[in-house]
């Protein structure tokens, strides 16, 4: 098994045409070693999220290509494109995006049917990645009844339903309290350990400081990376 997870090779983004386009990636490599805990930092509006996005699939590169676990993402037919994202990658976003007329438990049950698990099986499975992110006696709930980061452990926990090979994050912390965010880096730095390779985009220095790699962009290229430990 290789060590590389993910390998982005010249991707460029372009949106519009003609004099109206915007370049919002040129020419970027990456690549993610299996087990790492990797930042991507920048300025607003220099192509950090759709570097993001274009690594787990949900857009496609103008050119270039990502190869994700051995497959080349940017080759696949659209539903052969959404069955490996639902075996490959947990997205988790700034906004959480739970369903709110679903319970937490049902919010994790439908990542999990998505993936293919029969409901009896999901049910349990629920509830444990429910217990794995400290929300024991939550299952009921419904996200308006949740705080912003008992949500954000929600989000995390529907991540993780189908093992995901990596953890894609945009701005984990960007809508949580100093309190909500350290309890969410202890949940980070539980599953780094367990072995999950992570990838977050953030705006926050201190937030960044506890991934391995820091990778710096700007005007759509990679501008500097560095390892923080």
């Known amino acids: 098994m290789s060590d ?23 020419n970027v490599n990456l690549t993610v070693k299996r087990g790492s805990w990797l930042a991507i ?33 940017t080759a696949l037919p659209p539903n052969a494109l959404a069955r490996a994202r639902a075996k490959e990658i947990g997205f988790v976003f700034q906004f959480f995006n739970l369903l709110p007329h679903l319970t937490a438990l049902e919010n994790i049950q439908m990542a999990l049917w998505f993936g293919g698990m029969a409901s009896h099986a999901g049910k349990a499975r629920a509830l444990a990645l429910l217990d794995a ?12 009844m949740l705080s912003g980061g008992q949500q954000q452990r929600v989000a995390i926990a529907r ?3 189908n093992d995901p090979n990596v953890l894609l994050m ?58 923080a430990h």
């Open 159 to 161: 991540a993780l339903a």
């Open 41 to 73: 930092m920048g300025p607003s509006g220099h192509g950090k999220s759709t570097l993001l996005q274009i690594m787990g699939g949900l857009d496609r590169p103008t050119a270039g290509k990502i190869n994700l676990n051995g497959t080349e993402l």
């Open 170 to 227: 945009d701005e984990p912390s960007g809508n949580l309290d100093s309190a909500s965010e350290a309890e969410l880096l202890q949940l980070l730095k539980r599953l780094h350990a367990q072995g999950k390779t992570i990838v977050m985009v953030t705006h926050n220095a201190a937030v960044a400081t506890h991934a391995q790699q820091v990778v710096r962009v700007k005007d759509g290229r990679i501008d500097e990376a560095d390892y």
């Open 4 to 26: 590389t997870l993910i390998h982005v090779e010249n991707i460029s983004k372009v949106y519009g045409t003609g004099d109206a386009s915007t370049i919002a990636l040129a």
């Open 133 to 144: 992110v400290g929300l024991t006696g939550k299952a009921d709930f419904f996200p308006g």
